[in-house]
Every structure is written in structure tokens, then in C-alpha cells.
């Protein structure tokens, strides 16, 4: 079956910590993609990559770090300089950035 | 202003109904997307459009790119059909191909 996985679902950490969110997809995509969701908003990009060992900020990169060094697997660390990680964060991949995306079943982080 | 916007915020329809959920956007775009999300937070991509009007079921999506603004038309509606309907566009300018999301449609469909 091919997908996009994340994990966990549910994530809890004390403040001060630093979190990794796994994603990984074996679709054979080049391009991923970290969402960040709160309530009353839409998406926001934090990180993209279009391809391994490549990856830019998004909207809103800061507190957040990421590394692509497989095509298959993009995690997201959420560092304790980030003022608000509590979010549900979702990643996708698409084969390229000029085509759709396809999105994992997401982690919903809560920090206190 | 937010770059793409959605009416209506919360839809409430009876079982059978014609739905249609709204999205304009004020950017010049490469295509847009219309996505699902069900309570459990999973996204699935419904449709992909830069011209024209896609059809898939009992869904159908439009748009009109000389007035930035597409619909989602949801025939003979169904209780499973409940879920926020998303709205995103590829901005054309720049070489980032991001997505910029509308803040969702709420849709409730009653038995």
C-alpha cells in the first residue's frame, strides 16, 4: 500500500522540550510539505522540500527544523523556541510542487 | 485580507440537498485544490483544477479564472459528505509553488 505515514498520532511533551514528528512516504514523491493547523485557520506551510537535501521555510519556520536526507522520509522538529508548538501538524508529499498533494493522517502535538 | 477566501465559514443541509461552497482568491493562480478533512483530522484531496469544471460522483468543482473564483457543488447530499472542505490555490508568481489554504467550510449534513 503506498502512503504517507505519521507518527505517533498523539503527542504530549513538556514545555522546554524539543519534539521530532516522524513522516514518511514511499509514493516515490520528490516534493514534502509540514502543515501546521490551529482552530479558526488555515493551513500554514512551515517547511517544504523539493528534493532530498533540500528544503526551504515556509510561512512559518521559526522554533521548527527539518532535514531531508531520503526522499522518503522528511521529519519535523519542533524546538523549544517555538513560543506555541500545541497544533495538529500535517505533512504531504506530491510528486512535484505543480501537482497535488497528498497529505498523512497527522500528529496533534500538545505541549504544557 | 486572506488571500483565498471561503463562504460560507458553516453549512448546515438535510439529507438530499444541493450543497455549493464558495472560494475566491485574490492572486493570480497556477490551478486550485478542493480538499476534505473529516473529524479525525486526515486530508484527502478531492480535485485539482486550473480551468473548467471537474466532476467525480456526486462532486463537482468549478472555476472561473478571469473571476478568481471557484465552487464545489455537492449532489444529493449524505451524512458521510460531513466535514470541513478546504480550498487552496498555487500561486502563480514566484517559483515556491506553496499552497495557500482558505480557512474551511464546516459542513453538516443531517439524516
Known amino acids: 500500500d503506498g502512503g504517507i505515514t505519521q507518527s505517533p498520532k498523539y503527542l504530549f511533551r513538556k514545555e522546554g522540550q524539543n519534539v521530532t514528528l516522524s513522516c514518511e512516504q514511499n509514493l516515490n514523491h520528490d516534493a514534502m510539505y509540514w502543515y501546521r493547523q490551529d482552530p479558526g485557520q488555515g493551513l500554514r506551510l512551515i517547511y517544504y522540500s523539493q528534493i532530498v537535501n533540500d528544503f526551504q521555510k515556509g510561512d512559518i519556520a521559526e522554533g521548527y527544523s527539518v532535514s531531508r536526507e531520503k526522499k522518503e522520509s522528511f521529519p519535523l522538529t519542533v524546538t523549544s523556541a517555538q513560543k506555541n508548538p500545541t497544533a495538529f501538524y500535517l505533512c504531504a508529499s506530491s510528486i512535484n510542487p505543480h501537482y497535488e498533494q497528498y497529505f498523512g493522517p497527522g500528529t496533534r502535538l500538545t505541549v504544557t | 485580507k486572506n488571500e483565498v477566501e471561503q463562504s460560507p465559514q458553516n453549512l448546515t443541509a438535510q439529507e438530499g440537498e444541493f450543497i455549493t461552497i464558495n472560494c475566491s482568491y485574490s492572486?493570480?493562480?497556477?490551478?486550485l485544490h478542493w480538499l476534505q478533512q473529516h473529524p479525525g483530522g486526515g486530508i484527502v484531496s478531492l480535485f485539482m483544477?486550473?480551468?473548467g469544471k471537474k466532476k467525480h460522483g456526486r462532486l463537482i468543482a468549478t472555476i472561473n479564472i478571469q473571476e478568481k473564483h471557484s465552487s464545489l457543488h455537492i449532489t444529493a447530499s449524505h451524512p458521510r459528505d460531513s466535514a470541513v472542505y478546504i480550498c487552496?490555490?498555487?500561486?502563480?508568481?514566484?517559483?515556491?509553488?506553496?499552497?495557500?489554504f482558505g480557512k474551511g467550510t464546516l459542513l453538516t449534513v443531517n439524516p
Open positions: 487552496a490555490v498555487i500561486n502563480s508568481g514566484g517559483s515556491n509553488y506553496k499552497l495557500t
Open positions: 492572486v493570480g493562480i497556477s490551478a
Open positions: 483544477l486550473s480551468s
